[in-house]
Nanobody, 119 residues
């Protein structure tokens, strides 16, 4: 079972990016039942949860600093998690990770994708 993030790159302030997190090793049903989250970690700063989506896409939660700018979504048929980011700020610069919360096993993490917001 593996999570692989992609989509991170250098972007100017005010720009947009869409991150993806592709899951492998899950059946489609198991993936659909798994709540998912995005986290970020910036050098010298405390990292943490920024967005969460439930298995039924009905439990959406955002960290206050990204609410209204970021949107978490999922495509269960493609076993992929997304994070649409807009109005990006320099303080959004971080390594972004996805995390799976399987109901019948330990949580899983991806390797991260770097987002850099700079002019």
């Amino acid at each position: 079972v593996q999570l692989v993030e992609s989509g991170g790159e250098l972007v100017q302030p005010g720009g947009s990016l869409r991150l993806s997190c592709a899951a492998s090793g899950f059946t489609e049903m198991a993936y659909a039942m798994t709540p998912m989250s995005w986290y970020r970690q910036a050098p010298g700063k405390e990292g943490g949860l920024i967005a969460h989506i439930g298995s039924a896409e009905d439990a959406l939660n955002y960290e206050p600093s990204v609410k209204g700018r970021f949107t978490i979504s999922r495509n269960n048929a493609e076993k992929t998690l997304y994070l649409q980011m807009s109005s990006l700020k320099p303080e959004d610069t971080a390594l972004y990770f996805c995390r799976a919360h399987p109901l019948d096993g330990p949580d899983l993490w991806g390797q991260g994708t770097q987002v850099t917001v700079s002019s």
